[in-house]
């Protein structure tokens, strides 16, 4: 069966970087767009990035372009995502989901991980 | 963007009855690009519908999705107890994906 791992979460100060990781299993990782999507304490849920099956494409939020970074190692079957110059706003549950669109992307998602927690605190 | 808006916020009914969840766009949205989900405390989403009214794999058919343009709805026909949870419509369009703010589907 599908399955998205997260890890890499953890508390951080303001300013300073972290690197998510999702590892995947029980499907062809390197025919899938995969997300990443994160939800504040109580609140709801906001898209953060996307990256094509290959790779070559890459789309961001707003609140996060410049800053945050997607990436994945087909070799490896894993997802990441490097944040950078973290803000409190930040903080959140970050959850790593599959775009079910296979070499396309249909922009919902179908998977998702059971999500790591990121606290931006000084 | 584009700004989706829930209602109501929270929706109090009983085992048993309907459940109606709106979801309004702020500008027209494609049917192909709108999709709800289910979410329980500590839990990830669920995908419970995709292309407004598709339902995803392995969900009941006492969900069904309606709507085009910038009106979506959410239909639970006959709520059972594990249906009671917080509910996210959400879109692409324009290169940004948007969630909607959630209902909360709580018991009467």
């Known amino acids: 069966q599908v399955q998205l791992v997260e890890s890499g979460g953890g508390v951080v100060q303001p300013g300073r970087s972290l690197r998510l990781s999702c590892a995947a299993s029980?499907?062809?990782?390197?025919?899938?767009?995969l997300h990443w999507v994160r939800q504040a304490p109580g609140k709801g849920l906001e898209w953060v990035a996307v990256i094509s099956y290959d790779g070559n494409f890459k789309y961001y939020a707003d609140s996060v372009k410049g800053r945050f970074t997607i990436s994945r190692d087909n070799s490896k079957i894993t997802l990441f995502l490097q944040m950078d110059s973290l803000r409190t706003e930040d903080t959140a549950v970050y959850f790593c989901?599959?775009?079910?669109?296979?070499?396309?992307?249909?922009?919902?998602?179908?998977?998702w991980g059971q999500g790591t927690l990121v606290t931006v605190s000084s | 963007e584009i700004v989706l808006t829930q209602s109501p916020g929270t929706l109090s009914l009983s085992p048993g009855e309907r459940a109606t969840l709106s979801c309004r766009a702020s500008?027209?949205?494609?049917?192909?690009?709108l999709a709800w989900y289910q979410q329980k405390p500590g839990q990830a989403p669920r995908l419970l519908i995709y292309g407004a009214s598709s339902r995803a794999t392995g969900i009941p058919d006492r969900f069904s999705g309606s709507g085009s343009g910038t009106d979506f709805t959410l239909t639970i026909s006959r709520l059972e107890p594990e249906d009671f949870a917080v509910y996210y419509c959400?879109?692409?369009?324009?290169?940004?994906?948007?969630f909607g703010q959630g209902t909360r589907l709580e018991i009467k």
């Open positions: 500008q027209s949205v494609s049917s192909r690009y």
């Open positions: 029980g499907f062809t990782f390197n025919n899938y767009a």
């Open positions: 959400q879109q692409y369009g324009s290169s940004l994906l948007t």
């Open positions: 989901a599959r775009d079910p669109g296979g070499l396309t992307r249909y922009y919902y998602f179908d998977y």
